[in-house]
């Protein structure tokens, strides 16, 4: 599985992006979705996943009530919106994906270790 995000760029703060990722070669049903970020110096945190049903979603604290992940699987894709961004959110931002079972329906994982495919990255810069 290939995955390609997009949708990154420079906001001022308080403005709001909106992250894409597109899987290519498997429909992307059956797996569970997921944003991690990397900032300058920084390791690489969990910031959101969701259920391949879409049924479950996880969220870092830092993000809750500002960040939605949501997905659609008709289109094979799944999204991020960014709202309220801060300067602290400037990093790079990877989409995931993970292999899961008819009855893992509701798991939203937050371990990069869960996470079997990576994209590429995109840049998200919040100016103060």
């Known amino acids: 599985v290939q995955l390609q995000a997009s949708g990154g760029g420079l906001v001022q703060a308080g403005g709001s992006l909106r992250l894409s990722c597109a899987p290519s070669g498997v429909p992307f049903s059956y797996y569970y979705g997921g944003w991690f970020r990397q900032g300058p110096g920084k390791e690489r945190e969990f910031v959101v996943s969701v259920s391949w049903s879409g049924s479950t979603t996880a969220y870092a604290d830092s993000v809750k009530g500002r960040f939605t992940i949501s997905r659609d699987n008709a289109k094979n894709m799944v999204f991020l919106q960014m709202s309220s961004l801060k300067y602290e959110d400037t990093a790079v931002y990877f989409c995931?994906?993970?292999?899961?079972?008819?009855?893992?329906?509701?798991?939203?994982?937050?371990?990069?270790?869960?996470?079997?495919?990576w994209g590429q990255g995109t840049q998200v810069t919040v100016s103060s």
């Open positions: 995931a994906a993970g292999s899961a079972t008819l009855s893992d329906y509701d798991r939203a994982p937050r371990s990069k270790a869960d996470f079997d495919f």
